[in-house]
């Protein structure tokens, strides 16, 4: 019944900026911890970053200080802010969220489908 739905993604120059969000659907969930996701052509998916339920975040070596991870809980929605991007920066992004299923009292992963992020001259 939990769908993780992406956003954001497209084509943008050096320099420039793009917000993700990963939204998941329902009302009787709440989202403990996520994790933003990439994979290139040829190159294996990697974690970018990752936010816990009590807000602690995680960055990899080479978009700290360019990328910012944050959560929106009443909306059940997680953003990836994405300034100064970069060549090496072009991959599909993925988010990776625990969900909690308060009818259920339990916990599962899920995956978003994946969005594009270009940047080109």
């Known amino acids: 019944q939990v769908q993780l739905v992406e956003s954001g993604g497209g084509l943008v120059q050096p320099g420039g900026s793009l917000r993700l969000s990963c939204a998941a659907s329902?009302?009787?969930?709440?989202?403990?911890?996520v994790g933003w996701y990439r994979q290139a052509p040829g190159k294996e998916r990697e974690l970018v970053t990752r936010?816990?339920?009590?807000?602690?975040?995680v960055y990899t070596d080479s978009v700290k200080g360019r990328f910012t991870i944050s959560r929106a809980d009443a909306k059940n929605t997680v953003y990836l802010q994405m300034n100064s991007l970069k060549p090496e920066d072009t991959a599909v992004y993925y988010c990776n969220a625990n969900v909690h299923l308060r009818f259920l009292d339990s916990s599962f992963d899920y995956w978003g489908q994946g969005t594009q992020v270009t940047v080109s001259s």
């Open positions: 936010i816990s339920s009590s807000g602690s975040t």
């Open positions: 329902g009302s009787d969930l709440s989202i403990n911890a």
